[in-house]
């Protein structure tokens, strides 16, 4: 399912003019598999890059802080086939090659900036099926994000580095095109009605026949997608609908005669927030049956078992989850949700066992602190809590609490241990400094 650890209850969708993110286990790993051999090509190191999905139905995209992709839903459910969103991830990757950020000029523009890098953890962050992760607060409105209204020539210049990583890893730039194109015939509307991207990425009829000129001239301009990669998209897709939409329109979108495995896969999902269990159950379990290897059938599935109470099977079904796909944090993270809500015997040891499993790759995920905290607290490790709920409220950036819990950890800790350190480290960077004038 969609998982910041877990299928948290969505207390509300961000209001008016904020972002909304979200985050999921499948759509995040599709994703990367598109972006990481376009960050190769850029000598970029793709762990180093974080790439973020904003729940709003426009067709936007932008760069933020030098590492940070932001990827808007309405872009991806706009896009037919694999090829749109790679070219739309490879011109985001030449902004960051090219230190397109570094360049911004005014107060504004700085200001903005480091606004929205630091509500990259404040922003309301949600699950698909699920909600704000229990870290809810005010996101960046759309004024402030359109400081990232770059000039024609750092468009273009991004549009030819990225159309050289799209050469450089074998694929057509038509997807890129045609997004161009489409969005081309917004320009004439007034600035109110255009889509953000239109005031993010300042288009021109010169940029649209320079990506033209290189299709032309591209030996792989008519090289077909993967069938597999076109089908991991349409599943994409078809979870990302069925948990964001309504069910009436998911159910219209992925009819009954519509037998396709992304179809079933949406109507399992719309039969469960209809609460249309047999359905349910029956449309996942077949999806199973036919796929057994995939984790993400069972990951959704384990989320319908717990949002229904029955803890003991999301329990089995997460855990063949994280069998298939191995250290994949958001999936870990849910399973340590199910287990800390449980809290059966023996649940809060396996719970920081994963979570611990879990931050090899996502320490700075506040949501996997804040369960980690009350793991050690279901153990009665007071000391250990106390250092989970402190990295939480510094990654939030609720230094005063932060700095309590970490003097609180660090007297109950063993002094010169690594846990015993780290709640120094948290205690030096939210102590204030005191003015000896």
Known sequence: MMGLGGPWTRTARAQSGQLSLIRDAEVEDTIRLYATPLFEAARLDPDSIK??????????????????????TGMLFESEDPNTVIGVIAHETGHIAGGHLSKLRGAYEDASAIAIL??????????????????MASGQGVAERNFYAFSRTQESSADQAGLSYLNATRQS????????????????????????????????????QAIQAFIDRSPWSDTPEPPELIERHHRMLAKLFGFLKEPRQTLIRYPESDQSVAARYARSIAYHKEHLDEQAYATIDGLIAEEPDNGYFWEVKGQFLFEDGRYDESVTALREATRLIPGQSLILQLLARVLTERAAPGDAA??????????????????????????????ENLPMADLASAEFAYLVGREEEARVKAERASQGLTSGTAEWLRAQDILAVTTPIEDDS
């Open 173 to 208: 730039a038509r997807g890129l095109l045609a997004l161009m194109e489409k969005l081309s015939e917004s320009e004439l509307l007034v600035s109110s009605s255009q889509d953000p991207y239109m005031l993010t990425h300042p288009l021109s009829r010169e940029r649209i």
């Open 51 to 72: 790439i973020h999905i904003v729940d709003e139905d426009v067709i936007n995209a932008f760069v933020a802080g030098g590492r940070h992709m932001f990827l808007f």
């Open 350 to 379: 396996e719970a920081v066992e994963v979570l611990n499993l879990a931050m090899r790759t996502e320490d700075d995920d506040p949501s996997a602190w804040m369960l980690l905290g009350k793991a050690y607290t279901l153990q």
């Open 118 to 135: 630091s509500a990259v953890l404040g922003v309301a962050v949600g699950v698909l099926g699920g909600g704000g992760a229990g870290v």
